[in-house]
């Protein structure tokens, strides 16, 4: 073989301790940090996103028609509908770049429109918008509010947590001045949305001014919704790894399929403590994430064991560590690479992205290294001990003979049978050697 | 099978990708904002804008008419000559030659006549867009904000209110009836247009895209005002009817609203009469004045079904009132006895009857067919939800953090792809822009498959394709590596790449399987955002598999078949 053969089995006992460390750390975490970080999804509760915001422009409306508003990156259009028919008009935060400049340009838009500028040199740019866009104007003043431009003075995280008390669970989001608040309720006492949504809200605009609070995101999930969901992601887990099994069953030897599930099982519990260890949150991005990895990680152990298997009856006069070595080596470029291009594509999203995206980003990068760690050092030597306890992989004259056996009379298989599908390939490549 | 063959199969995919990306690609590029928004808005809006509009050109036309009736058609009006030479062969006259505004007046049979084909042609411009709007490639609510519901029905409240246990099959019933009475509701929506899906057997899923404004979602649920009994003005009813056959071009405002003429004193109010039409809508009828003031609301009826008048045999409508509901109701009814009530659903009138006599809890109201009968009790019915809902979970995103979203995620895709381009030429050379050009197709029938099954496109679905952009070429990489180890084994250009592609068929097959498993798994048995997620990285995986074992293996050999067969793999010298 051309390739360099990189002495992996050596490894073994390096490998397996390495991963009990890391499973020890992950399950003394998870009884030092109180177990999971678990999200609303699956404790019932209510999440909000706030951003607390100056209020930059104030708008009415008196006239007899219906006028429409909306705010798209600092753009402001309008949707009239009046005695000229329907108009569209729009105002580019390009043109129109401070508050003071929108609000003239809006005042002489339309007739009984009423534009002021609440913070006259705020930039449009910084135009954010929670709820209630597209909004239909009336004589009730609707207010726009610009993210917090001035970098000396914002809301700490102490100062939220403070006016909230402690039952509230209180998270920066993105940069600190921007003042974006992910806040999190309880819900011990079975409150339905509106009564949570409306405390909230009172205990920040008794703080903060009514009309500086912008809501970005709201989520509540009651106690129905969490319990059926904790049973359905068990069931989703058990489901797709017993199928996974059978596959492997199916398409493999028991010993592979036995290597790999261990492998397999290791890697969603070193998530898993990973998760625990760095208290993320655990929510149903987190199965996704989970599963992907399983699915991801199993790639990576089947492209290996199909090298041994492949190599087995053409490499007989190599110990089963050679073997190994031999498959593991000439697979390795391949699994690093792909392992390389999958962290390319995800780890922008876990550097740009925010809220459950970047966790599931972060969990994904993770799983990937400790993917491509399990299935080149763990898996093989997993494999290598299940097949030398049932003896029957390595490749002693048995062996061989069981493999000049195959061509011969393919269905007379002496210890596992091959199933069908190995058996034609088996078949096909004895044709062509 | 045959290179050509092949050829024609990559082609074939290429152009159903492309009829599948078509109305996607329309709608977001060629459609301007402003038809977006009337376009996704619900049946009643897209009419009150097509009379809007057919209001506002009819009076225009009529305005230019009256300065010179020489004038020319304006061209944004050509479409009424098509219509008007039909009507002048039918008509059997003589087609004008010229089309002055007074042979396009001539063309038409009446005022009314004019109006229609200019409301039609503004309404089918709208529905057709609003056709394209199903068949294209959606964002989710998570990313263009909006909010959605999941409510679960009341079964302790309703049995204890019933004093009778529910089945699981009636509360699944209860169900059907509670979103056929929302969608009722949907009307007094406004902006955008909710979609209502039951899901399981006794939750239902609302989605509201754009305005998510929790307060009118909690009176669009309790109803509160969407039905009223309110009494009729007679003399004011036909003084108003007559008035408006003079005027049809005063009917509606521009926005579509029907208009309150002078004449109408304060308390009294101008409303249409519908009756529901073929295609599910409603139907004007005439018009009627009503007593602005609110006899009863309609949350205090508490049922409502179709009977038969024992003497009379007419189907009759009856419907309970609760007990403050029928103190109001006696009031207003033996106030009025003799005049006309209205049913008025929405701001329309639904039914009127004459009031014989004043009534207090059991109401019986008569003089209409079967259908009618059977229409108003459903419409009496949507006053209250038979089945009370809990809200099990909601979720509401503001559009500007959907907007950051999308940057966010978009950003991470092309900065993804862009590494793994780079990446894949320098591990590669030619063959890596072979890879990166699969990699590219795999992205346009990934999406195009998306589209074309109205998948929505959420923030997990993102992930999803972010994860296949990195996963696809792991296929290639398989491939690549193969043909590297056969090359080194000093086997010719054209007998590697054969027997790379052979040797790694299986290997991909079983690698990908397994994470299709996990994928369809999840998408069958996972939570609606974890559906998105599997199903593009389901779709993903078989696009890269085919890409891979199919397109790239026709560009090789197309490559290694003509005069100067090379195969460019790696950077390193041979």
Redo the contacts between chains.
Sequence with gaps: M??KTYPITKFRFIAVTLSAILLAVGIISYFALGGFNLGIDFQSGFSQ?VQIAPATLSLTYSGE??V?L????GDV?L?V??????R?LEFPAATYSTADQMAEALNGAVEGLSAVALDGSAPMTSL?????????LDDSALILNGANTDTSNYITIDEMRSVLGSEAQVQIVSDEKLQIFQIRLANEDGL???EL?DQLFADLSGEFGEDSI?????????P??SST?VS?SI??VV??IA??LL??WF?FKLAYALAAIITLVHDTFLLIGFIVLLRLEVS??T??AL??I???S???V??IF??IR?NRPLLTDLTVMELIDTSVS??L??TL??S??????????A????G??QL??IE?VFGIVVGAYSSNLLAPALFMWISKDKKDDSPSPAAKAEVKEIPASPKENVEVPIPT?ERK?SGKRKKKK | MKKRGRLVVVLLVAVVCGIFLYPTVRWYAFVPQETKDLATGSMIQIREYAQGQASRGLRELKDMFYEDPDTDVPDEYSFLIDVAKDNYKNMKSDVPKTWTLENLFRGFYTEKDLFDTIENEYRTELIDLKTLSGRILQLGLDLRGGMSILLEADVAAYEEKHSESASSSEVAELISEDIAILNERIDQFGVSEPNIRKQGSDQILIEIPGAADPERVNSFLKGKGSLTFQIVDEELTSELNTYFAANPSEIYSDSGQLMQPDFLPAGKIATAYYVNDEYGLDELASYVVLDEEIGLDGIHITNASVGTNAITAQPTVNFELDSEGGELFYKLTSTHTGERMAVVQDGKVKAMATITEGIRNNVQITGFDQDEASDLSVTLKTAALPIELIVVSQQAVGASLGEDTVEAGLIAILVGLALVFIFMIVIYKGSGIYADIALLFNLVILISVLSAFNLTLTLTSIAGLVLTVGMAVDANVIILERIKEELSLGKSAESSVKAGFAKAFWTIMDANVTTIIAALVLSQLGSGSIKGFANTLAVGIVSSMFNALFVVKLMYDASLSGKNPRLSISWRKK
Excluded: C, H, W
Aim: no cysteine.
């Design positions: 051309a390739k996103r028609d219906t429409t909306d705010v798209s990156n259009s949707i509908r009046d005695g000229m028919g329907s569209y954010i918008t929670g709820f209630g866009l597209p909004a239909t339905l949305e509106d949504s912008v809501i970005l995101q709201s989520d509540f999930v009651g129905k919704y969901l359905g069931l989703i489901v797709a199928l996974i596959y492997i398409r149903s991005t199965i996704a599963l992907t399983i699915g991801y199993l790639n990576n089947i492209v199909d090298r492949e000439q697979s470029s391949r690479f792909s390389l291009t999958t962290v390319f594509a995800i780890l922008p999203l550097i740009f992205a925010s459950a995206i599931f980003a994904m599908a390939l």
